[in-house]
C-alpha cells in the first residue's frame, strides 16, 4: 500500500451512509501492491461501508469468498477480470474501476454476466490535463537538461549553451477531444497557442470557441500542422497504433509527441526510429508498453526522450476522489439506484 497523505481514514465521504456492521457488502478489493497501489489512507473509509476480502484471501478460499462478493473495487486496473472470474463471483453487481481508460475490462463480458461498470473520469481529467501541459513546458524549455546541469558538479558549465522554444503562438493538435483534451485545451489557451483538436465527434461551436480550439476533420492535417501534439485519446481496437510510422512522418521535424492515453496507441518502434532519424524533434511520454518499459530498451537512452511513470491521475486530490467516486458507485448499485459514472454499452 501506499501513502496518499490523507486524514488517516476517519473522515467519511461525502453522503454516504455507513451501514451496519452485519449488512456491511463484501467487496473484493484489489491494489494492495505494486507502484500504483491502493492508499493506505484509503482502508479506513472502504472499511466502514464494506467487508473488504482481498484477491489472497479470495484465491485461498473460493467457495466460501465467491458468493459473498457483490462488487470489485478495482484499483488501477487488477485483477484482470475474466470469466473464470466472473463464474466464481454468482452475487457480483457492479465493478467499479478506478480511472478513466477500460481498455482492461472486457464489456461486452461483463455485460453478459448481468454485472454493471463505473469508472472516476471526472477524478483524472484536471491532474491528467496539468501532466500533460508539465510534459510539453519541460520539453519546450529543456527542463529536465536544465535540472541536469544545475547539479552537475562543472559548474564551469552552469549557464546552458542551448535554448528551448516559446510555446506562446505554437500550435498544439489534440488528439481525442473528451474531458482531458478539453481540459488541456483550456490549459493552453492561459498560454496563448494556437489549438487544432481532432476527435471522433465534433464540440459544439461554443465548446470550440470557449477554448479557440478549430476542428481538424482529417487527422493528417492536425500532424501536419501543428508544433506539439497531445495524444489524450482513450485506447480501443480502432485507435491502436494511432500514431504509426507514417502518421509521424507527416509531424514537422521539429514537432514534439506527447502522450498521456496509453502507449498502444503509438508504434514505439516507428516512434524511437523517428526520434532517431530527426522526423521528429521531440516526445514526452507518460504512458508506454510495457510498463515500466525494459531497461535497455532504446526510449530510455535517446536524449530527445522525457518520460514519467503513468502519474496522470497521481496527486492527493485525485486518488482521494476517485476513491470516493468508487465508494459511492457501488452503494448506489447495491441499493438499487442510478449508478454514478455507470459505463454504457456502445
Ligand atoms: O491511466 C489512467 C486512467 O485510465 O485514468
Redesign the pocket.
Known sequence: MSRCGLDTGSSPTRAMPAMGDQELPGVLVSGFEGPYSICEDHVGVLQKHFNLITMQEFLENKTHFGPKIQAIYLW??KPHINQELLQSLPSLRVIAS??????HLDLKLIDSFGVKVA???H??ANP?ADLGMALLLAVARRVVEGHQLAISPHTENFSANWLGEEVTGATLGIIGMGSIGYKIAQRARAFEMKILYHNRKRRSLEEEEAVGATYCERLDDLLQQSDFVMLAV?LTPQSQGLIGRRELSLMKPTATLINV??GLLVDQDALVEALQTGVIKAAALD?TYPEPLPRDHPLLELKNVTLTP?I??ATHQARRQ?MENLVESILASLSGLPIPNEVLLK
Do not use: E, F, I, Y
Open positions: 488501477a486496473g478506478s480511472g478513466v481508460g477500460l481498455d469508472n472516476t473520469p477524478a483524472v491528467t482513450n492515453g496509453r504512458v503513468h496522470g491521475s476517485m
